[in-house]
């Protein structure tokens, strides 16, 4: 399994990134994708999820309506569209699934927002 994101970057203040996540080496079509992040000095957080057929769920209440995850099956490509950035949304992001009995993580894109 491996997972790479990209995307991230430097970004002022309500603008906008879209990272990407590529996945190889499992079945990506058929698999639940997450998005999580970790901020400096805090735990990593869930920010949302997709299942294998487009359902969303966003489960960090701070970014609903700002973030959105969706997915690509013929790209094997994850993606988080997010606007309206704020500076407590800078930490590194990672993509990530489970397989089997693993956990599997991506190396993480950094995002930063700040003026």
């Known amino acids: 399994v491996q997972l790479v994101e990209s995307g991230g970057g430097l970004v002022q203040p309500g603008g906008s990134l879209r990272l990407s996540c590529a996945a190889s080496g499992f079945p990506f079509s058929a698999y639940y994708m997450s998005w999580y992040r970790q901020a400096p000095g805090k735990e990593r957080e869930t920010v949302a999820g997709?299942?294998?057929?487009?359902?969303?769920?966003t489960q960090l209440d701070s970014v609903k309506g700002r973030f959105t995850v969706s997915r690509d099956n013929d790209k094997n490509t994850v993606y988080l569209q997010m606007n309206s950035l704020k500076p407590e949304d800078t930490a590194v992001y990672f993509c990530?699934?489970?397989?089997?009995?693993?956990?599997?993580w991506g190396q993480g894109t950094q995002v930063t927002v700040s003026s």
């Open positions: 990530s699934v489970f397989v089997g009995s693993t956990r599997y």
């Open positions: 997709i299942t294998s057929v487009g359902n969303r769920l």
